[in-house]
């Protein structure tokens, strides 16, 4: 184990009561606990992020992000492969699938899957890059926060890993009217169209 790793899971040891036990104390000492988690995961690689869930009957889940930067993910697998066997705690290498069924919301929008469409956009140059139309029920298509808020409800359908390592072209539209016409599939089906995408990848 490196240095970085073993001084983060040390200091994620110590601390792993009050952590554990995060419910408890007052939002103020909530927000001081959580920055610094945040600060000590930063000392050992900048530009990783956490996410941790709620306690639960069986503990509470801390997830680690790359927040989808590919030259990053070994650190996260390698600060999970290392992390230290603690009761009450999973350790989670990448944002992990929400299903297919989700209402996202990003900036001033909100993007509400069962009313979203997609299409692959073929490149026989680059076959297994994954590109990607995916209309949307907004006409502000040339807003950057669509553009991040669909790739974000993407990554949420998918999960981080996948996300980043086949998506590698996104583009966005507004709803056509008839949309099995132009091509689109409904984007609840992603998920299943990514499973396919990957077996035809591997072939």
């Not at 110590?14 to 988690?37: C, I």
């Not at 889940?61 to 705690?89: K, Q, T």
């Not at 990607?132 to 409800?153: M, N």
């Amino acid at each position: 184990m490196n240095e970085k790793i073993n001084k983060f899971w040390n200091w994620f040891v110590a601390n792993n009561e009050r952590l554990t036990m995060l419910s408890e104390y007052s939002s103020e000492e909530q927000d001081k606990m959580l920055d610094e988690l945040q600060e000590n995961l930063t000392a050992y690689c900048e530009g990783l992020t956490f996410d941790m869930g709620e306690q639960t009957k069986n503990g509470r889940r801390l997830v680690f992000s790359a927040e989808g930067d590919i030259e990053l993910f070994r650190y996260v697998v390698e600060l999970v492969e290392n992390a230290p066997d603690l009761d009450w705690w999973e350790f989670v290498p990448f944002k992990q699938p929400h299903g297919n069924d989700l209402k996202v919301h990003f900036g001033k929008y909100y993007f509400d899957t069962k009313k979203m469409y997609f299409q692959q956009l073929e490149n026989e140059e680059e076959p297994d890059i994954l590109g990607l139309r995916v209309a949307i029920d907004h006409p502000e298509t040339d807003d950057e926060d669509i553009l991040v808020g669909t790739y974000v409800t993407l990554e949420a359908m998918i999960g981080e890993f996948d996300c980043a390592t086949l998506l590698g072209y996104l583009d966005v539209c507004t709803v056509p009217e008839k949309p099995a016409k132009e091509g689109f599939r409904p984007l609840v089906d992603f998920p299943e169209f990514i499973e396919w995408f990957k077996v035809q990848r591997d072939k």
